[in-house]
């Protein structure tokens, strides 16, 4: 049987533990009691310490170094250099085997990881020790803003142009496991350009032509749990300790770099204090196990945790950092006939996606005649990376040019969206056909998404013209909305394994980075419904190195990839245990079992709340737990245990019958059939320019909510990370030296408690994602459109648009003519 | 001019012949016990356990508590006493451990998130109910300051609660859970319908 032959859905299947609210989640109590253990809190016997010097530069090379004090200093166990022979000029497959140094003797920005790591007792001798190393440097001029990078011509920076394009070419050539990232190293400056339609024969069609500029300030992902890597050199067994989404590519990067077997790794995934992309998109957040694991083994293999501080995590950024020109051509009815966009991105876009900015007029819009061109600006501030996520320069084009339109013309939002949308408000017949043809529901996501949200924010009585609407309490009053698909990412491999134990409860095998998503919940909800177990009877041994490596928490789509995993291994192991329990088990000369249902076969029987019964008379029963217990003991088993093993490579989406995917040619053009509507209120005081987000409603068709209250998490949570981006997250350099000067959280100021009004999450449930059960991903999509709805509604109350975020009170008053 | 003596009285200077004698002198004139405490050398109460433990002056409390005693539940998040994930109760109070300099904590009593678990307070298991946690990280420091305001303000209001939190950074934005979760331990620790496992 083809494992995809297990995908189907099954009519009328009833769920015990899917969708049902309250179930407990297996990380809560650990996290919630304190004892749940995080890579920063690990100390291993005889553990030591690293550190690596910062660069104090923007842009600088090393061209001496007298590190003799820092080697003397005691307590200093180990100082590796650059110039070590064995890591001297050395590339290496990094994250997502993107190549990167082992240990660089340049730094492209102020705080780079560069030249010298120092491995000693503690933290504060390591940091002691780097103070005392000389370091001779060759200082280049250097750039901080991403537009006087187009414009300037004397900042070159390695990495850029051939010489990195045969570096990396060369890394990819040795690499075993490169992929679609694997050619992103340092970005040369570069040009982009997409076209759709006749951009002129749009705007000429237009009876208003609409131009503005936006910028993103640059932000960055912040994550509560810093960074570390812990390697222990057992001889010839390396282990190692991660904070990482990716567990395994560890394993695959230590077997590459060190030529050993990946049988003989062992890895550790601890719980990861939050992440969301960011840190693991950064190559050098896997080389930095080369590091630990070269210093552990010249160490006699003591372990070695290498730190980085709060500091030091703040060098990176998202890529959406941009400055935006757009025109737009619209009709006074609210058709838009043509959107042009153009962008300067700061180190970006990462990924050579030529159309980044007009994505999602592409894929939620009829809008005829788009052109979006982008331009790449090299500047010495470290790398971008998809910071939950990639779309946000989707989101904020998106939301910037609806929110003009609404606003400059005077028009509903609602009304603008539906206008423009791809399927006018309503399923188009091609989207009722191909629905019909592949078995899934006749539901009209998007209309359902914004009923949903203008009820619950009120919208009809509380929309306005912008600037229109004083409130008693002397603030303006703002609305705003969006709404866009359901969130891609049908990308993702996994695999893993299930063991039904001795006692009858079941081990999914399968490691996993567990950021906080509750998914590790959701897949054991997904096995004992498969299975007919009780929840509770299910484990997921995430954390262990069981030699499956289930898909990353990565880009919304873990549960659509690991959800099918699940499913499968499920369903082949109930196939197993009803097998195991009319056949028995005899082997001949040796071991052998009798049927725990004599005179049945498997398919009389049915597994609920693990028992096992007889279909046609359920007072025939034994659990599962005597089922498998009765004929096996210690050292004497007299059948194999019940395992089974699945795996799935998504990208080929699947539906209710399994032939949308054989049928469907490029599946990246399957029809988005699920939407997400998002509103947002707003009161801006115009004396102090502080805005407060006094209501939010996020309503997410996710086709299938597999834990309500984890879809909800990412609701909420989302619009919180936010409010937070939108309103004050920004870092500043100093453009005179290069130096950043907030890289801390007092400076760096998150959103708390009080910077949000209530949030309300509205679950749509149309069954018709790309997931098992019809699901699909929710990780990603609030935190993305939120943060750009914020300038909308500002513009909707005070009849100015700020589109320059984050939107802070001193752009506001400059805004309003007030400084 | 007397010979030395190497028994002299560390308050008052007077010289013994005997340690002996600078003991009883010690305890009886001084009320002190007969020999200093080595610098660093300190007593503090963690959890109702007491610990005899040595610092150096730059130790902080987190460190002692986390690194030290292996007391990992409170967390570092900021670094600068930004975000609430070490918060501690000392004497009654919540504190930033990060903060707080160990040497100064002698004699101190100091209740950790671990110490709130084990005396099974409704707490930790409201905040398993209502999801008031994602990656977790700062969840300990939420559920200590949580902690401390219930046992200042058993029935705190809904603002109250909020503006108790407002020190507490949490990045995945489970920010709308912890009232509900606190709201409901105030009501159990006040004779109200018992939680259930859910």
Known sequence: MKEADLDYEIEGQQFTAIGKRGIRRTDAFEKASGTAIYNADIKLPGMLYARALASPHPHARIIGMDTSKAESYPGVRAVLRCDDPEIKGKIVPGSYGAPWYVLPDYAAWEGEPVGVVVAGDTKQICDEALKLIHVDWEVFPFVIDEEDAVRRDDVKLVGEGQLDKERFEAANALNPYANVFSGVFRIAKGEHRYEKGDIEKGFKEADRILEFNGRRRWHTWAQPELPSAITRWNGGYPELWIKHQHVFEHKQAMSFWFDMPISRITTHAPYQGGMFGGWNWMNWSTVIHYITALLSRRLGGRPVKLLFNRRDDFYGGSMDIAVHTFKVGVKNDGTITAVAIKSIFSNGPKAPEPNMGIGHFLENTRIPNLLKENISGIVNKGPVNAVRCEQLTNTYCINTVFGHVANEMGLDATEVALKNDGYEGHDTDFLTNFKRRFGLPQRDSLKECIEAGKKAIGWDKKWHAPGAVKLPNGKMHGMAMVWTHEWNSKRGAGSAGLLIEPDGSVSLLGQRADVGVVAETAYCQIAADELGMRFEDVSLRQQKDTGFAMMTPDGSCNLCTNGYVVRRAARKAKQALLDFAANGYEEEGGPSSPPAFPGYKPGDLDIKESVIFVKKDPSIRKTVRDVVREVQCVQWWKHPQIYTYAWKQAGAWTDATGAAAKELVDYSQRPHLCRQAHFMEVEVDTETGKIDIVKVVNVNDVGKAINPDAVEGQQYGGAYMAASRAQTEELVWDLNTGVMLNGNLLDYKIATILDCGPIEPIIVETAMGYGPYGANGIGEDVADHMASLLGPAVHNALGVAIDDLPITPDKILKALGKI | ?198
């Open chain 2, 1 to 198: 001019m007397s010979a030395p003596s190497n028994y002299v009285c560390p308050y008052c200077a007077q010289k013994f012949e005997d340690n002996q004698a600078l003991k009883s002198h010690v305890v009886t004139q001084h009320g002190k016990e007969p020999l200093p405490r080595p610098y660093g050398l300190i007593g503090l109460t963690v959890n109702g356990q007491h610990h005899e433990v040595k610092v150096e002056a730059n130790t902080t409390l987190y460190e002692l508590i986390h690194d030290q005693i292996g007391l990992t539940g409170a967390k570092m998040f900021c670094d600068r006493g930004a975000c609430g994930s070490c918060t501690v109760i000392m004497d009654g109070r919540p504190i930033l451990s990060c903060m707080t300099l160990a040497i100064e904590c002698d004699g101190k009593s100091v209740e950790t998130v671990e110490g709130i678990a084990q005396a099974n307070h409704p707490l930790v298991e409201t905040y398993v109910k209502h999801h008031a946690m994602q990656c977790g990280y700062c969840t300990p420091g939420f559920v200590v300051t949580a902690k401390a305001l219930l046992d200042k303000n058993p029935d705190p209001s809904e603002d109250e609660i909020r503006e108790a939190l407002a020190g507490n950074l949490c990045r995945c934005g489970t920010y709308p859970q912890h009232p509900k979760a606190i709201a409901e331990a105030a009501m159990i620790l006040q004779g109200g319908a018992s939680h259930e496992r859910g």
